[in-house]
Nanobody
Framework: DVQLVESGGGSVEAGGSLTLSCAAS????????MAWFRQAPGKEREGVATIDEDGVTIYAPSVKGRFTISLADGRDTVDLQMTDLKPEDTAMYYC??????????????????WGQGTQVTVS
């Protein structure tokens, strides 16, 4: 079974930085994408950033230039480095992974495997 475990959330002032990590296990890498999503209270879950097994990335326009997604630990971990954080970045952040094509990898409906989430609060 695929298991995803997030860590690294917390509270930070506007303009600050945080790095989220997602440790993945239980799947093979072929044709997989991993992604970070976020969901604020009362809002739909939205795709933030995604990366495929070759390291190709896509970002949501709202975070491009501020967030960086990367693979680490031999692709067992996907990190999300967040800089210049804004109050509107406040949300529960979720890691997701599945065997999908990159062009669909910011669509929450494409994923069956999710982590439990980690809270990010920007004041």
């Amino acid at each position: 079974d695929v298991q995803l475990v997030e860590s690294g959330g917390g509270s930070v002032e506007a303009g600050g930085s945080l790095t989220l990590s997602c440790a993945a296990s239980g799947y093979t890498y072929s044709s997989h994408c991993m992604a970070w999503f976020r969901q604020a209270p009362g809002k739909e879950r939205e795709g933030v950033a995604t990366i495929d097994e070759d390291g190709v990335t896509i970002y949501a326009p709202s975070v491009k230039g501020r967030f960086t997604i990367s693979l680490a630990d031999g692709r067992d971990t996907v990190d999300l480095q967040m800089t210049d954080l804004k109050p509107e970045d406040t949300a529960m952040y979720y890691c997701a992974a599945d065997r999908i094509i990159l062009s669909r990898a910011l669509m929450a409906s494409q994923y069956d495997h999710w982590g439990q989430g980690t809270q990010v609060t920007v004041s």
